[in-house]
């Protein structure tokens, strides 16, 4: 288990998609979506991956995750017994002054939504923003993806 240290804004334009170097199609579910504890089944690309995430911290830009590569078909099985709601959505990965962001552009019920979220090892540490960064949500929980699923963006 480790802590994971983030932060999360809305992008602006698709000028990012520019500067990626790598995008992977990823649709998950989530077989328990509670604050609490939320576990996710992922197909990233051609991988099954199992996570669990504890609470996040009063910021919202810390929590616990566990995560584990599991059988492709152990993944799509599992899916099938997920909470209603599928998240859909392609990553690109972006490299920006010494940082890698991951950018989520969004289908389905969430269209339109696109997210940015950059991994820290501190929560005070500083970033230098790129031009497409738009408003920091961290802790804004209807960005969770777990909070997407149940409350899609088209439905704001």
């Known amino acids: 288990m480790s802590l994971e240290i983030e932060r999360k804004y809305l992008v602006k334009d698709d000028s990012f998609k520019a500067a990626s170097h790598k995008q992977t199609r990823i649709v998950q579910g989530y077989l328990n979506s509670t604050p609490e504890r939320t576990v996710r089944v992922r197909i990233k690309g051609e991988k099954g991956i199992l996570t669990i995430k504890g609470i ?3 910021s919202g830009a810390s929590r616990y995750e566990w995560e584990k ?21 392609t990553r690109y990965l972006v490299a920006h002054e010494g940082h890698t962001f991951e950018v989520d552009e969004f289908y389905g019920e969430n269209q339109g939504l696109t997210v940015a979220e950059v991994e820290l090892e501190s929560e005070d540490q500083q970033v230098n923003r790129p031009e497409w960064l738009g408003e920091e949500v961290t802790g804004d929980v209807r960005y969770y993806n777990s909070m997407l699923m149940k409350t899609p963006f088209t439905r704001w």
Do not use: H, S, Y
């Open 56 to 58: 996040g911290n009063e």
């Open 69 to 89: 590569e599991i059988a492709l078909e152990d993944a799509q099985a599992l899916l099938k017994i997920c909470e209603p709601g599928v998240i859909d959505k």
